[in-house]
């Protein structure tokens, strides 16, 4: 006997058609994968601004009050390390300006604060601001990492003042990058029809 919950076996049962999902139109063959279709060009923002004003610019107030917030938090980011590495737990390291927790607190600073100037630079003259950015303050970061083990340092003040170094470089472009993104304007799309 065969069971009425799975019909007789003798034929399929037939689909009621409101329950069937609507089929999806078939994929555009020069869309990649996992990119949702639009109708700009593939690269409208890679183009070159319009002659029109379009080129990008920041909120300058906004800007200043972040990468200010960003030169204090740096600052205070030397003073800790000062504080943690040189008067904790004694490990002397080799400072900029004498290497005192003030010199350390205006190093991380000015640090900051020429970062901030030429990231505003940068969104007025480079095409890509926030890439060179990354890798201007990469660059350094590296230079200022490995200058304490120039000469014939100890190993471990020169390793800590290293490690303070990258600290500061990742502190200061990851916080004023966060600042970019929220007060770059971009220029305006253009209208499509």
Do not use: K, N
């Not at 037939?14 to 869309?31: F, G, H, I, N, R």
């Not at 917030?69 to 080799?94: E, H, K, M, Y």
Request: hydrophobic share 50%; glycine share 10%; charged share 10%.
């Amino acid at each position: 006997m065969s069971d009425p919950r799975h019909g007789d076996g003798r034929h399929e049962p037939t689909a009621d058609p409101a329950s069937v999902p609507p089929s999806v139109p078939p994929a555009d063959p020069a869309q990649q994968p996992g990119t949702v279709p639009t109708s700009e060009p593939a690269g409208a923002w890679d183009a070159p601004a319009p002659a029109s004003g379009g080129r990008l610019s920041l909120d300058l107030r906004r800007y200043w009050v972040g990468a200010t917030t960003t030169v204090v938090v740096c600052g205070l980011v030397g003073l800790a390390a000062s504080v943690i590495f040189d008067q904790a737990f004694d490990l002397g390291l080799l400072g900029p300006f004498g290497g005192s927790a003030a010199a350390w607190t205006l190093a991380g600073a000015l640090f900051a604060l020429l970062a901030a100037a030429v990231l505003q630079l940068l969104v007025v003259v480079a095409p890509r601001p926030q890439m060179f950015f990354g890798w201007l303050v990469g660059v350094v970061t590296v230079i200022l990492a490995v200058a304490p083990f120039t000469g014939d340092p100890e190993p471990v003040p020169a390793l800590v003042t290293a490690l303070v170094w990258v600290l500061l470089g990742v502190a200061a472009s990851s916080m004023l990058s966060a600042v970019l993104g929220r007060t770059l304007v971009r220029p305006g799309r253009p209208a499509t029809r």
